[in-house]
């Protein structure tokens, strides 16, 4: 069974850095193109930034483009989020996702706040 599971979200003042991870484990995470996306309370989720399962490609929401990396160990079935200068928009439950060519699967999200 596949498992996804965050972490690294907490608190953080406006203007400072969190990384995020997501480790894989039930599947073949090499062969999985990777998401993170957010969900802010009343909003809709929000696609944030995405690899490639070789992680030769990467793609950004441009909220966030020029603050946030996405990356990739596939050694260590991890997908990272640094996210650096953080504003208060920036609070949400972030949620990485993996998808196959026939299916996908959630983790179950950790929060950011970031606080004035």
């Known amino acids: 069974q596949v498992q996804l599971v965050e972490s690294g979200g907490g608190l953080v003042q406006s203007g400072g850095t969190l990384r995020l991870s997501c480790e894989a484990s039930g599947c073949t995470f090499s062969s999985a193109a990777m998401r993170w996306y957010r969900q802010a309370p009343g909003k809709e989720r929000e696609l944030v930034a995405s690899?490639?399962?070789?992680?030769?490609?990467?793609n950004y929401a441009d909220s966030v483009k020029g603050r946030f990396t996405i990356s990739r160990d596939n050694a260590k079935s991890t997908v990272y989020l640094q996210m650096n200068s953080l504003k208060l928009e920036d609070t949400a439950v972030y949620f990485c996702?993996?998808?196959?060519?026939?299916?996908?699967?959630w983790g179950q999200g950790t929060q950011v706040t970031v606080s004035s």
């Open positions: 690899i490639t399962s070789t992680g030769g490609t990467t």
């Open positions: 996702n993996a998808r196959w060519a026939l299916s996908t699967s």
